[in-house]
């Protein structure tokens, strides 16, 4: 379940706020609230919020220097900010760390649901490119960018692979198909990719390993299989390599925060 944090020294804005969104929510959120930006920063240490309510002007740490700690964290929380003062210095600094929405008080309750509803989808948006950015590898997407200038064997080279996955793929072999000389293929491969073929080989088959994780339920070992690995214990090293995780917990990651509400 999505956690929605409230900040505010207000006791009665505080709970105005928590009341409506709980209302609102049904039971589909979490809804917390802090009465200080310190105390929100102890609660923060130990959960996650996916959307923080924040008053801009509190005690010892107010709003912006609230989200500015909020904006290190490794996956920020979208923000609304809500404030009884109007300067534009307050809105325009709150901009900087991806403010959705400035909300004045007293605080219109039908406003307020809007712009929870608005900060939420973009939380949902900032997941799914999250989730794209884990899926695929930076190195084979310039490979397929670049795919029109490169010379014809090497677009053949990379065709056969993709074609190829289950099965075993060694540089000589792959020469051999384009009649060309082992040691002139490596080097023409890496000058024009700017990977070496056994590199591309390798990230191929971890990304269509990826793909199979996230969009099947077979098991590690077949995927290991699919993709051209005769052990799963292999593919399993090959795999953490490449990502610092295992399959299995790649998998998770990944189907686990997009079957989140």
Known sequence: MKTILIVDDEPRTREGVRKTLEAWSSGRYRIVTASSGVEALQWLQEQDAHLVVTDIRMPEIGGLELMERLHELPHPPVIIVISGYSEFDYARKALQYGVVDYLLK???????????????????????????????????????????????????????????????????????????????????????????????????????????????????????????YQTAKYFVKVFRDQENISPSQYRHSVVDSENEI
Do not use: W
Not at 128 to 136: A, G, P
Not at 144 to 168: F, G, N, P
Not at 179 to 208: A, C, M, P, W
């Open 106 to 228: 007293p605080l219109d309750k039908r406003k307020l649901v809007a712009a929870v509803e608005a900060a939420l989808e973009r939380g949902k948006k900032i997941d799914r490119i999250e989730r794209m950015e884990k899926l695929v590898d930076p190195k084979l997407l310039e490979a397929a960018q670049q795919d029109k200038v490169y010379c014809i064997q090497v677009q053949e080279a990379l065709r056969y692979v993709d074609q190829r996955l289950q099965e075993t793929i060694s540089l000589k072999e792959m020469a051999e198909v384009l009649h060309l000389n082992s040691s002139y293929f490596s080097v023409l491969f890496k000058d024009q990719t700017g990977i070496t073929f056994s590199e591309y080989v390798t990230r191929r088959r971890v990304q269509r390993a990826k793909e199979l994780l996230v969009g099947t339920s077979l098991p590690v070992a077949d995927i290991a299989e699919k993709v051209g």
